[in-house]
């Protein structure tokens, strides 16, 4: 006999922690959190601020897909277990935005002048360009982003330049990831699973997903390059294949897509959690 949700898998009063589901809030499809279980498919959610009556897991990949057309539903992601092995990965960072402000210009040197152009020192790759905008008695208050540059190493902040009329300038920089390089292909791979980044320090990590041919990894696709990135990552490796929740139970769920899982709580995002699958 299967048993229904123990409750400390969803949010306490107000706090944006527990299962996270996917539902219509009124405006848009949005990721909130499980406030409660009214029977064994259904919930009721929220996002903080709409709370929802209660909606029906969607029985369908489609309807799961679809909740702005289908708004008396709500899914729960499952992040299936990693099926392949042997696929390497290169990310390639590129500058996301020009560096602003005495946070992102730690020192503006002397000597410099307006239009004066800057190569990004460090890194391994194609150097990224800063051209000058804006000076104060040779000293840089402002610049703009002429190249955001290609490498598959970050230089450490706060970074230095060569070029110009003046010395001494040096910047805190943030990035965003250009691409990602399929280094070598593994097997036994499925199209659509995540990429995760190791050891990454960003604003907001990205996102990205591999196509695989006949098990070989053969491209990724980046569907979000970051924010803020800071730290490149130590180390890129697959998660598993996300699939939605049609049935669920304490300790096992049936997806929309077919399949019987185990799972557990992980992946935290904003405060909830995805729950991740095993024993697929």
Known sequence: MVKPINKHN????NAAKGMAINFYNGTSVATGYVVKQTGTNKFICTDGVNTSKPLKLAPLTTWATDLTNHQGHCTIQVETISAGTGATFAPHYAIDTAPTGSGGIPSGGTGYATNNVLTVTGGTGTAATLTVSAVTGGVITAVTLTTAGDLTSLPANPVSVTGGAGTG????LTYKVLSVTVTAAGTGYATAQP???NGMKATTHPTATVTAGAGPVTAVSVATPGVGITVAATSVSIGG???HVA?????????TEGHTVKWNLNNSVNGSAVIQGYNY
Not at 10 to 13: E, H, P, S, T, Y
């Open 10 to 13: 969803f949010a306490m009063k």
């Open 169 to 172: 300038a040096k910047f805190n």
């Open 195 to 197: 990429l995760v980044f």
């Open 241 to 243: 294949v996300i699939e």
């Open 247 to 255: 049935r669920i139970w304490d300790s096992k769920c049936k997806t």
